[in-house]
């Protein structure tokens, strides 16, 4: 009982805590507060990161219901879902922002905003749909309210962890270093991206039940023709000498 929940917790908060990749934020949002006090940083990385919590909280406990509301299968979702995680793990490999993100277009016109707490910072960058499918897909794997709580765990301690990061983040880029984060992003990739194969083939799982089964025992296949009836015995009065 105890490893299952250690397994579902380590789970959780891994998969959402390499797709928000905090660490990989650090220098746009370095560039989107350029010249504003350590108090004005540290305000904004706060508001964010209670956005991003309260918007992916939303999706894990109701994204379910909405999508069936659409007619949206939770096994094309977790196929979806894994695909853009791939996509995503694909990327910090390659040492490329994550174009699921956002544009350089987008980050530029946040720059001149007054408040970028909300757009770009919640809202694409932390909840951006890799998130958001990340947390759905934790919640269908869920078994009982406490695998859900454990799902809503991992938000509260990624929130907070990405608080942490960004409030520090000249600091962390100085510690760190362009090679540095360059060496880290690979290697959430490759995590992120052995997630992602792990979630689409959850969904194919449910989608094609038996495709990705086991093969049953000999034992246990049904015979292909028709089982033969046994022969009837005659009684044991009936002596052999009075056969037919």
């Given at each position: ?65 909405l999508f069936r509301t659409l007619g949206i299968s939770l096994a094309a979702f977790k196929i979806a879902g894994g695909l853009l995680l791939a996509l995503t793990a694909l990327d910090m490999m390659r ?8 544009t350089d277009g987008e980050v530029d016109e946040a720059a001149h905003k007054q408040d970028i707490a909300v757009v770009p910072l919640a809202m694409p960058l932390l909840a951006g749909p890799g998130a ?113």
């Open positions: 009982m105890l490893g299952d929940f250690l397994v579902t917790a380590l789970l959780s908060v891994s998969a959402l805590f390499f797709v928000v990749d905090p660490i990989g934020l650090v220098p746009i949002f370095i560039a989107l507060t350029e010249g504003q006090p350590s108090a004005r940083k540290a305000a904004i990385a706060r508001k964010a990161s209670l956005i991003f919590m309260a918007l992916v909280s939303f999706f894990a406990v109701g994204g379910g219901l040492g490329h922002e994550p174009v699921a993100r956002t958001i499918a990340t947390v759905m897909v934790l919640t269908s794997r869920a078994r009982s309210v406490v695998d859900v709580g454990i799902v809503l765990l991992a938000i509260a301690i990624t929130g907070v962890a990405t608080y942490a990061i960004l409030a520090a983040s000249s600091a962390i880029a100085r510690v760190l270093g362009k090679g540095g984060r360059s060496i880290l992003e690979r290697v959430m990739g490759l995590v992120l991206a052995a997630i992602a194969v792990q979630f689409v083939v959850d969904g194919i799982g449910e989608a094609l039940p038996g495709t990705l089964g086991e093969t049953p025992a000999i034992e246990q296949q049904e015979p292909a023709g028709p089982i033969p009836e046994p022969k009837a015995s005659l009684p044991s009065w009936f002596g052999p000498g009075r056969r037919g």
